[in-house]
């Protein structure tokens, strides 16, 4: 089974990434959750996941669940 993740507080192109998945994007009118995954020396706010990840959810009804 495949899932989509949002990778979160990198700035350069991956080609490969190992990091902890810290949240998941729950969309209650869609039927596809989203994973978000950062560094694991990283820590990150609801807050910046949303800004973060608004460009595409602002089509959805999404929830962050931790």
């Known amino acids: ?15 490969r990434f190992f ?3 810290v949240a998941i994007i729950h969309r209650r009118d869609d039927l ?3 994973l978000i995954i950062i560094a694991e ?3 990150i706010s609801n807050k ?4 973060a990840i ?3 959810e602002k089509y959805f009804d999404s929830l962050i669940i931790r």
């Open 48 to 51: 910046e996941i949303l800004a």
């Open 1 to 15: 089974m495949e899932i989509d993740a949002y990778i979160l507080k990198e700035s350069k192109v991956l080609s």
């Open 32 to 34: 596809e959750d989203k």
């Open 54 to 56: 608004e460009f595409k």
């Open 41 to 43: 020396n990283k820590t």
């Open 19 to 21: 990091g902890k998945i």
